[in-house]
Nanobody
Framework: QLRLVESGGGLAQAGDSLRLSCAAS????????IAWFRQVPDKEREHVAS????????YYGDSAKGRFTISRDNAKNTVDLQMNSLKGEDTAIYYC???????????????????WGQGTQVTVSS
């Protein structure tokens, strides 16, 4: 069974940086795309960024372009999200998700992702 564990959330000021990590274990990770989503109350989970487990084909949602970078750390077996120039609207619970490569190739919907971590809170004060 694939297991995802997020870390790195917390409090930040507007303009600061935070780095989130998603540690993955179990399952057939080579067939997976790993994504960061975020969610605020009463809204659907929003795709932030995603990348294949092998570290290829990064893709960013509009909110992340130019500010966030997703990457694969082979040594730590994690997928990291470097978030720079944080804004108040980045405040959310950030979730790490894993989905089949084919299912997630052209569809960023959270519904295409099968496995989820428990989430980590990011709060940015303006």
């Amino acid at each position: 069974q694939l297991r995802l564990v997020e870390s790195g959330g917390g409090l930040a000021q507007a303009g600061d940086s935070l780095r989130l990590s998603c540690a993955a274990s179990g399952g057939t990770l080579d067939l997976m795309r790993i994504a960061w989503f975020r969610q605020v109350p009463d809204k659907e989970r929003e795709h932030v960024a995603s990348i294949t487990w092998s570290g290829h084909s990064p893709y960013y949602g509009d909110s992340a372009k130019g500010r966030f970078t997703i990457s694969r750390d082979n040594a730590k077996n994690t997928v990291d999200l470097q978030m720079n120039s944080l804004k108040g609207e980045d405040t959310a619970i950030y979730y790490c998700g894993a989905g089949n490569l084919l299912a997630t190739a052209v569809d960023t919907s959270w519904r295409k992702y099968t496995f989820w971590g428990q989430g980590t809170q990011v709060t940015v004060s303006s």
